[in-house]
């Protein structure tokens, strides 16, 4: 085979040329890969949702004393995961507020009755409801204590009477001292009781 | 022939004593029957067995000591208003006809502008005795008065009874002294709690005083054709 220079050079050039297009080809196809994986990223980052922390929800309740001269305020802030409850009780002339309970309300549901305060605004009761049963955190209203402890649990101190009957509701105040609870007996209606305080002591009614 | 009517005279001799013994009964069990009635109407109870009406003065007492449940309670300051006993007041001035509902099941007491409900709230009704129902008018109000009743453990005597609204109709005598008002011995409304009465928190009795007819003049008002009463109509049973 006797090849001429000149046919040599042609048949590299054209090689030369051959690798160039490839090449050519192959940067190109690589760049649209590049733009359209940024297209791609840019519309994910679109559709995903810039995560905040969740704002706290706030709701207030408020109960005036039969007078009209002192009110109880529940603030409840819903986080995430619990809630704080707030009890304030605030002298309406003066708008002066004393804080009387904080909690945070771990399998907790507390609520205000529109019978809370005793009838000398002496006492103020909150409606609590854990594991399924119901009772009454009672109060001073002065903020001041019942010997060592903030609050008296209604439940608690009626249940160690072992009075055989369910306590089912705390409806009001009879009078200044005295809590009216609603009971009820093997699913049935129990009898009726006044719950003194701050003596803890129950007495069973005769009527409803 | 002469023994046999002389048979049929005995026979019918028995036959009349024994009517005349039943008519005699029969009058003297309705004659029983008749008193028992008219005596009941004429000594119907007063919603407060023993104060009834008695001071009808709407003066406000002071330095006094309260019972109630058998136990002696503090009266509370502050429960009357001056503006309640020294001026005209008119809450809610309407050419609507007012009128007061209570439901005794619901324990609420409903007020009314013609159809129109302008306010609401809870009251305690009759529990150691009865509330009657029917439709009455308030014949008078009183800024305060005292109020006394029952016996033993149930036995109360209560001074400076706030917001007094005194009803009647032609079943229920003026003198039985039912009545709406405020009641600052107990906080349960919604439950029955009285002797008969309506009872209702003070700040929601007053805000009631206020807005009922006859319009309000001084420490008692009484209602006139120029100042008629409102009408109050009671109704349903509690549970």
Known sequence: ?208 | MKKKSKIKNKGSNKNRKLLFVLIIGFIGVFGLIAVKKINEQLNLPCANTISCIKDLSGEYENDVKAVFLGREIDVPQNLISPQSSLEKAVLGKTTEMKHIYVDLEAQALMAYEGRKKVMEFPVSTGKWGRTPVGTFKIWIKLVSTRMEGGSGNDYYNLPNVPYTMFYYNDDVAKSRGFSIHGAYWHNNFGYTMSHGCINMRPVDAKTLFEWAEPVSGGHTTYAGEENPGTLVTVYGNPL
Not at chain 1, 16 to 24: E, F, V
Not at chain 1, 148 to 174: A, H, P, Q, R
Request: hydrophobic share 40%.
């Open chain 1, 1 to 208: 085979m006797n090849l001429s220079v000149g046919k040599l050079l042609l048949i590299f050039l054209s090689v030369m040329i051959a690798t160039g297009i490839i090449i050519a080809f192959l940067i190109q196809t690589k760049n649209k890969e590049s733009v359209s994986s940024q297209r791609s990223e840019a519309r994910v980052a679109k559709v995903v949702p810039v995560v905040k922390a969740a704002e706290p929800e706030t709701e207030e309740s408020t109960v005036l004393s039969p007078d009209g001269q002192m009110s109880i305020v529940m603030k409840k802030v819903t986080n995430e995961n619990s809630s704080v409850y707030v009890f304030s009780v605030n002298d309406v002339e003066t708008n002066m507020s004393e804080e009387i309970y904080t909690t945070e309300g771990l399998g907790e549901e507390f609520s205000l009755s529109a019978n809370s305060f005793s009838p000398d605004n002496r006492y103020v009761f909150v409606n609590q409801v854990a594991s399924g049963s119901a009772t009454a955190l009672v109060f001073r209203t002065s903020g001041e204590e019942f010997g060592d402890e903030k609050y008296i649990d209604v439940l608690s101190v009626f249940d160690k009477k072992e009075t055989g009957n369910t306590l089912i509701k705390i409806t009001g105040w009879d009078s200044s001292t005295l809590l009216h609870l609603f009971t009820e007996n093997d699913g049935t209606s129990g009898p009726s009781y006044w719950f003194e305080i701050p003596s803890g002591a129950a007495i069973r009614l005769n009527s409803k």
